[in-house]
């Protein structure tokens, strides 16, 4: 596949430092290893190789959901992938689902689930802050999924527009506040999922849970370590992205 002008490539320097940029003709990048055209990078495949001023090398590469999220415009603590990955997974998102997500912050759980629900599903984003709307938005477009996502204005304890969807994610400092509303708004059988840093934040929001006739619940914790490898002396890194949250689960019954 050849690059294209427009389109988002990642550049990855000799020292595995990363940066995700958008290729147009005649745009220098600056880095720490000296300035790019990235005009060069149109007409190459991905994998190959581009050199700044002072020839150091650059690869161009095909970013990943992940690098996406990663490399958003942040106003606020985002979700990490390792959180996303499992919240997917609990709560069985896929093409064709419609999904309330409250508290939408720089918007990086919406381009996971945009890019789950693709292309026929629906994502609702609510946030009470309109500077993070904003910046939300700008990284859903730029990520490629503007068209999926309505964002809206609200706070939560004034409830949601949509009904009957699948799933409602809540990612609030007092998430219990949103339960209540998510209970009047998923469909029998559909799935809530909520992530809090403390301790308290969950015991408040499993018993509004209770209080609302969710079942299944659950909570736990996702902790990622990464190992540096060479030959006879393999070890984990001394740092690691521990704690960023603990996620909770549950399913809407009838009674």
Same mark, same amino acid.
């Given at each position: 596949?050849?690059?294209?002008?427009?389109? $988002?490539?990642?550049?990855? *320097?000799?020292?595995? @430092?990363?940066?995700?940029?958008?290729?147009?003709?005649?745009?220098?990048?600056?880095?720490?290893?000296?300035?790019?055209?990235?005009?060069?990078?149109?007409?190459?495949?991905? =994998?190959?190789?581009?050199?700044?001023?002072?020839?150091?090398?650059?690869?161009?590469? +095909?970013?990943?959901?992940?690098?996406?999220?990663?490399?958003?415009?942040?106003?606020?603590?985002?979700?990490?992938? @390792? +959180?996303?990955?499992?919240?997917?997974?609990?709560?069985?998102?896929?093409?064709?689902?419609?999904? &309330?997500?409250?508290?939408?912050? $720089? !918007?990086?759980?919406?381009?996971?689930?945009?890019?789950?629900?693709?292309?026929? =599903?629906? %994502?609702?984003?609510?946030?009470? #802050?309109? +500077?993070?709307?904003?910046?939300?938005?700008?990284?859903?477009?730029?990520?490629?999924?503007?068209?999926?996502?309505?964002?809206?204005?609200?706070?939560?304890?004034?409830?949601?527009?949509?009904?009957?969807?699948?799933?409602?994610?809540?990612?609030?400092? $007092?998430?219990?506040? !949103?339960?209540?509303?998510?209970?009047? *708004? %998923?469909? !029998? !059988?559909?799935? &809530?999922?909520?992530?809090?840093?403390?301790?308290?934040?969950?015991?408040?929001?499993?018993? *509004?849970?209770?209080?609302? =006739?969710?079942?299944?619940?659950?909570?736990?914790?996702?902790?990622?370590?990464?190992?540096?490898?060479?030959?006879?002396?393999? #070890?984990?890194?001394?740092?690691?992205?521990?704690?960023?949250?603990?996620?909770?689960?549950?399913?809407?019954?009838?009674?």
């Amino acid at each position: 596949m050849k690059i294209k002008s427009g389109e $988002s490539v990642l550049l990855l *320097s000799s020292d595995n @430092k990363t940066f995700l940029v958008d290729i147009r003709d005649g745009k220098v990048f600056s880095t720490h290893l000296g300035n790019l055209n990235l005009g060069e990078a149109i007409g190459k495949g991905y =994998g190959e190789v581009i050199h700044t001023q002072l020839g150091k090398p650059f690869y161009l590469l +095909d970013p990943t959901l992940e690098d996406r999220m990663m490399k958003a415009k942040r106003l606020t603590q985002i979700i990490y992938p @390792k +959180d996303a990955a499992l919240i997917l997974l609990k709560t069985g998102i896929r093409s064709g689902f419609r999904v &309330i997500e409250c508290g939408v912050g $720089s !918007g990086v759980l919406t381009i996971a689930l945009s890019n789950a629900v693709f292309p026929d =599903g629906r %994502i609702y984003s609510y946030d009470r #802050r309109e +500077d993070f709307l904003d910046n939300a938005k700008k990284n859903v477009k730029d990520a490629g999924f503007g068209e999926l996502v309505e964002f809206k204005l609200r706070d939560v304890k004034d409830g949601f527009d949509e009904t009957d969807v699948d799933v409602v994610i809540l990612d609030l400092p $007092s998430p219990w506040e !949103g339960v209540f509303s998510a209970a009047r *708004s %998923i469909r !029998g !059988g559909g799935r &809530i999922a909520s992530i809090s840093p403390t301790f308290n934040q969950v015991e408040k929001t499993v018993e *509004s849970l209770n209080n609302e =006739g969710f079942t299944n619940l659950e909570t736990l914790e996702i902790l990622i370590r990464k190992f540096l490898v060479r030959p006879g002396k393999t #070890r984990p890194f001394e740092r690691m992205v521990s704690h960023t949250g603990f996620l909770t689960f549950g399913r809407k019954a009838i009674v």
